[in-house]
C-alpha cells in the first residue's frame, strides 16, 4: 500500500517523465499531490440543445460531427480546426487554435460532448477550443471540475486523472492535524472528506463545507507556529543596550522628525535595552523618513559599541544610502564605510580590516556585506529594506555574522495591519503614517490611451523645464517576439526614440538586464544624462532621482493598486511639482473603480486596504521574502472571521497544553510548515 511519501512517478499515468515536470509545481509525493488544491472551478453540469444556447453563458452540448474537421495553416504559428456539430435543434461551428490533433480525434458522424462558451445568436452559434470528450464518459464535463495552475507537459486531465488516483490511494492515511475536540466543537467535516470534496466537489455545499474545514486548519496551524516562533524568541536573551540617548542626533539633523518617526524611533530604543533580540518591521509610506529610523539605530549601537550593517540589494541604493548617512554619521564620530561588489580590490581590503578589528562602527553595502570573507568584530544590528525583495536566506546569512544581533527591517509596501501581522509573523511591527513637511502631493490622472499626444506634449513641456520622467510598460518582449495586447518595454523605448523624442535621449531598463548593465542606466539618469526612462516595474524599488516629475503608467490596469503606488512614489521626491498619468484602456466598471482609488488619495495604508479589498491578498503574499508558510486555501480578504475563530483555538491549545504533548499530530504538522523557514525569522 503507498505511503503519503511514495514518490508520485508510481501513481498510475505519471512515470518519470510528467514527474520531472511535477517537479516545477513543488509536486514530488503522493501527499503533495492531493495537496495540490484547484484555483478555481468549472460548474460544466449544465446541458444544453444547440437553440437554446446563450452568449457567454458556459454550457454542455452533446452533438453529432456532421462532417470530417478541415485543418488550415493560416501562417507561422496559427493553425485551424474547423468543424460543424449539430442536434436535433440547430448546428453550432466549432474552432481549435493550434490543436492540429483535433482533426484526426474528431470522426464525422460520432456523437460527442462539448464544454464551452458559446458566441453568437439564432443560426449562426459557434464556440472556440471547447472542452471535448466522447458521449457518456463524464471524466472533464457533467460535473464541477477543478482548475488547476498547470506547467509544461501537464495538462488539466493529466492532473485530474492523477490526483483521482492520489486520493484513491492515500485518503484513508491522512493524519488528522486538528484534534477531535476542536474539530466537533467548530463543526468541521474530516480530513478524508474535506481532501475529496476540494478536489472533486458534489455541490457548491459540499465545497464550502471542505474549504472550510481546510482554510481552519491552514489558519489554526500558522497561529500555533507564528505563537511558538514568538514564545521561542521571547527565550531567547542577550545584553540589554544601555545608552540610547539620541539627543546629539536629533540636534545634527537639518530638520524636525515628524510624531511617527519619533513614535519609531522610541519603539526601536524599547527594543533595544529589552535583553531580548529585537525584530522590528518598520513600514511606511514612500518618502515618510525610515532611513532616519534606521540612523537612529546605527547610533545606538556606536553608543553601546557594536557594530551595525544596513544592506541595500544595489550597488547605486547602496551609495545612496551612504551618501546620505555617512556625513550625518561622521558628525557625531561614527566612522561609516561603503562595501559593494564592484569595489577596488585595495578599497576592499581596508574595508574589510577596518570592519574585523572594528574601527569601522556602521557598514553601508550590498549583499557584498554577507560574502563569506567578511568578519565583524561584534556585529549587533542588521538594517534590512524588504521593499527591496531581501529574501529571509539573506536576512539570516547577515544576522549570521553576529552573536544574536538585532533585526530592524524597513517596508514601503503599505501593508493592512492584520496581513501585516501575519505576513511578517513574529516581527514587532510599527507604522509610520505621516510625512515629512514639504513632501510634495503628486496629482494623479487615469486616462484613455487617446490621451498619448496630449501626454507627450506635457512631457516635452516638463523636459524642456529641466525636468524627467518614467514611462513604465507591464511586459518584456519574450523570444523575440512583442505581444500583440501589450507595450513592450524595448520595442517601446525604441519606438519613443525615433518618433516621438528624436531629439531627446530615450532609455530602457527591464528585469532580464543584467544587474551592472541595469545599474548603469539608472546612474545616468539619475545623473541627468537620460531625460525619458522607459521601464517595466524595475524602478519600483529604484533610485532617488529629485528631478524627475513624471510618471506615466501604461495598461495602469494590470498593475495592483499597491504596486501602483509604489511606482508614483518615484516621483515627487524633489522641490518640483510631480504628476502621475495612468493610461489604461479597460473600461469595465472594476478597473475604472481601481484607479479612481488613486487619483483620489495618496495614503498608501487606504490604498493597500482598498487593495486588499478589491484584489485580495495576492500582491502581497506575491512577493515569498517574508519567509511564512504559503497560504494554499486561506484568502485573508473573506477569511478574516475564520482567521479569527482559528486563532482563538490555537490560542486556547496553547495555554491548556504549551508542548503540543497531547496532540502529537498537530506538532508535527506545524513543525513540517515551517520546517523550510526555521532560522529565517529569528
Given at each position: 500500500m503507498p505511503e503519503l511519501t511514495t514518490n508520485v512517478r508510481y501513481v498510475k499515468g505519471i512515470g518519470e517523465q510528467r514527474a520531472k515536470s511535477l517537479e516545477k509545481l513543488n509536486i514530488?509525493?503522493?501527499?503533495?499531490?492531493?495537496?495540490?488544491?484547484?484555483?478555481?472551478?468549472?460548474?460544466?453540469?449544465?446541458?444544453?440543445?444547440?437553440?437554446?444556447?446563450?452568449?457567454?453563458?458556459?454550457?454542455?452540448?452533446?452533438?453529432?460531427?456532421?462532417?470530417?474537421?478541415?485543418?488550415?495553416?493560416?501562417r507561422a504559428g496559427l493553425e485551424l480546426v474547423k468543424l460543424r456539430v449539430v442536434d436535433e435543434t440547430g448546428a453550432l461551428d466549432i474552432t481549435f487554435f493550434n490543436q492540429a490533433y483535433m482533426r484526426d480525434n474528431l470522426q464525422a458522424g460520432e456523437t460527442y460532448t462539448f464544454f464551452g462558451k458559446p458566441e453568437g445568436v439564432g443560426r449562426k452559434k459557434s464556440m472556440a477550443n471547447p472542452i471535448v470528450e466522447r458521449e457518456g464518459s463524464r471524466l472533464m464535463t457533467g460535473r464541477i471540475m477543478p482548475i488547476y495552475p498547470l506547467t509544461a507537459g501537464i495538462s488539466q486531465l493529466t492532473l485530474v486523472k492523477a490526483v483521482e488516483q492520489g486520493l484513491a490511494a492515500c485518503q484513508k492515511l491522512l493524519p488528522d492535524p486538528l484534534p477531535d475536540e476542536i474539530r466537533r466543537e467548530h463543526q468541521l467535516c474530516h480530513i478524508g472528506y474535506a481532501y475529496e470534496q476540494i478536489h472533486f466537489p458534489s455541490s457548491e455545499e459540499t465545497l464550502a463545507i471542505a474549504r472550510r474545514r481546510l482554510v481552519f486548519e491552514e489558519l489554526f496551524l500558522l497561529a500555533i507556529g507564528l505563537k511558538r516562533l514568538r514564545g521561542r524568541r521571547d527565550e531567547l536573551s542577550c545584553q540589554p543596550w544601555e545608552k540610547t540617548d539620541l539627543t546629539d542626533f536629533t540636534a545634527a539633523l537639518s530638520f524636525e522628525l515628524t510624531g511617527a518617526q519619533k513614535r519609531a524611533?522610541?519603539?526601536?530604543?524599547?527594543?533595544?535595552?529589552?535583553?531580548?533580540?529585537?525584530?522590528?518591521?518598520?513600514?511606511?509610506?514612500?518618502?515618510?523618513?525610515?532611513?532616519?529610523?534606521?540612523?537612529?539605530?546605527?547610533?545606538?549601537?556606536?553608543?553601546?559599541?557594536?557594530?551595525?550593517?544596513?544592506?541595500?540589494?544595489?550597488?547605486?541604493?547602496?551609495?545612496?544610502?551612504?551618501?546620505?548617512?555617512?556625513?550625518?554619521?561622521?558628525?557625531?564620530?561614527?566612522?561609516?564605510?561603503?562595501?559593494?561588489?564592484?569595489?577596488?580590490?585595495?578599497?576592499?581590503?581596508?574595508?574589510?580590516?577596518?570592519?574585523?578589528?572594528?574601527?569601522?562602527?556602521?557598514?553601508?553595502?550590498?549583499?557584498?556585506?554577507?560574502?563569506?570573507?567578511?568578519?565583524?568584530?561584534?556585529?549587533?544590528?542588521?538594517?534590512?529594506?524588504?521593499?527591496?525583495?531581501?529574501?529571509?536566506?539573506?536576512?539570516?546569512?547577515?544576522?549570521?555574522?553576529?552573536?544574536?544581533?538585532?533585526?530592524?527591517?524597513?517596508?514601503?509596501?503599505?501593508?493592512?495591519?492584520?496581513?501585516?501581522?501575519?505576513?511578517?509573523?513574529?516581527?514587532?511591527?510599527?507604522?509610520?503614517?505621516?510625512?515629512?513637511?514639504?513632501?510634495?502631493?503628486?496629482?494623479?490622472?487615469?486616462?484613455?490611451?487617446?490621451?498619448?499626444?496630449?501626454?507627450?506634449?506635457?512631457?516635452?513641456?516638463?523636459?524642456g523645464e529641466g525636468r524627467q520622467a518614467y514611462m513604465i510598460c507591464s511586459m518584456v518582449e519574450e523570444n523575440g517576439q512583442i505581444p500583440d495586447d501589450r507595450k513592450a518595454a524595448v520595442a517601446y523605448a525604441e519606438d519613443l526614440q525615433e518618433k516621438v523624442f528624436p531629439h531627446l535621449k530615450v532609455a530602457c531598463v527591464h528585469g532580464r538586464m543584467k544587474p551592472r548593465e541595469k545599474e548603469k542606466v539608472m546612474a545616468a539618469f539619475a545623473g541627468g544624462e537620460?531625460?525619458?526612462?522607459?521601464?517595466?516595474?524595475?524602478?519600483?524599488?529604484?533610485?532617488?532621482?529629485?528631478?524627475?516629475?513624471?510618471?506615466?503608467?501604461?495598461?495602469?490596469?494590470?498593475?495592483?493598486?499597491?504596486?501602483?503606488?509604489?511606482?508614483?512614489?518615484?516621483?515627487?521626491?524633489?522641490?518640483?511639482?510631480?504628476?502621475?498619468?495612468?493610461?489604461?484602456?479597460?473600461?469595465?466598471?472594476?478597473?475604472?473603480?481601481?484607479?479612481?482609488?488613486?487619483?483620489?488619495?495618496?495614503?498608501?495604508?487606504?490604498?493597500?486596504?482598498?487593495?486588499?479589498?478589491?484584489?485580495?491578498?495576492?500582491?502581497?503574499?506575491?512577493?515569498?521574502?517574508?519567509?511564512?508558510?504559503?497560504?494554499?486555501?486561506?484568502?485573508?480578504?473573506?477569511?478574516?472571521?475564520?482567521?479569527?475563530?482559528?486563532?482563538?483555538a490555537a490560542f486556547a491549545l496553547l495555554s491548556r497544553d504549551p508542548g503540543l504533548g497531547s496532540c502529537p499530530e498537530t506538532a508535527a504538522r506545524v513543525e513540517e510548515m515551517f520546517a523550510a523557514n526555521s532560522g529565517a525569522m529569528n
Open positions: 514530488t509525493t503522493l501527499r503533495d499531490l492531493i495537496s495540490y488544491f484547484p484555483r478555481a472551478y468549472d460548474d460544466r453540469r449544465i446541458y444544453k440543445k444547440i437553440a437554446d444556447l446563450a452568449e457567454g453563458e458556459p454550457a454542455c452540448v452533446e452533438a453529432l460531427v456532421a462532417a470530417p474537421p478541415t485543418l488550415n495553416r493560416i524611533i522610541e519603539d526601536v530604543r524599547a527594543g533595544l535595552s529589552s535583553g531580548r533580540p529585537m525584530n522590528r518591521l518598520v513600514q511606511g509610506d514612500v518618502g515618510s523618513g525610515k532611513t532616519m529610523v534606521a540612523a537612529a539605530a546605527l547610533v545606538c549601537a556606536a553608543q553601546n559599541g557594536k557594530q551595525a550593517a544596513l544592506m541595500a540589494p544595489t550597488e547605486i541604493l547602496a551609495e545612496q544610502h551612504y551618501n546620505g548617512l555617512g556625513p550625518l554619521l561622521e558628525k557625531l564620530g561614527i566612522r561609516a564605510a561603503l562595501l559593494t561588489g564592484g569595489m577596488g580590490a585595495k578599497a576592499r581590503r581596508a574595508v574589510l580590516s577596518g570592519l574585523a578589528d572594528g574601527k569601522i562602527q556602521a557598514a553601508i553595502g550590498t549583499h557584498a556585506l554577507i560574502s563569506g570573507d567578511v568578519a565583524y568584530r561584534d556585529l549587533g544590528l542588521v538594517v534590512t529594506d524588504e521593499q527591496h525583495r531581501f529574501g529571509v536566506g539573506q536576512r539570516s546569512a547577515l544576522a549570521a555574522k553576529g552573536e544574536r544581533p538585532h533585526l530592524l527591517v524597513m517596508s514601503a509596501t503599505p501593508i493592512p495591519r492584520t496581513l501585516a501581522l501575519m505576513i511578517y509573523g513574529d516581527l514587532d511591527v510599527s507604522i509610520i503614517d505621516e510625512l515629512p513637511p514639504g513632501r510634495q502631493k503628486i496629482d494623479t490622472f487615469a486616462v484613455p490611451g487617446s490621451y498619448h499626444p496630449r501626454i507627450y506634449r506635457f512631457l516635452e513641456k516638463q523636459i537620460i531625460q525619458i526612462l522607459v521601464s517595466t516595474t524595475v524602478v519600483e524599488v529604484g533610485v532617488d532621482v529629485p528631478n524627475a516629475t513624471v510618471m506615466v503608467v501604461e495598461d495602469a490596469d494590470r498593475f495592483g493598486l499597491s504596486q501602483l503606488h509604489q511606482l508614483r512614489g518615484r516621483v515627487g521626491r524633489g522641490m518640483h511639482k510631480s504628476y502621475c498619468i495612468l493610461i489604461s484602456d479597460n473600461r469595465s466598471e472594476e478597473a475604472r473603480a481601481r484607479l479612481k482609488v488613486m487619483t483620489r488619495t495618496g495614503n498608501g495604508f487606504e490604498i493597500a486596504e482598498e487593495d486588499l479589498r478589491l484584489r485580495g491578498p495576492g500582491d502581497f503574499f506575491g512577493q515569498r521574502q517574508h519567509g511564512l508558510p504559503a497560504l494554499k486555501v486561506a484568502d485573508l480578504t473573506c477569511d478574516m472571521a475564520l482567521l479569527k475563530e482559528a486563532q482563538a
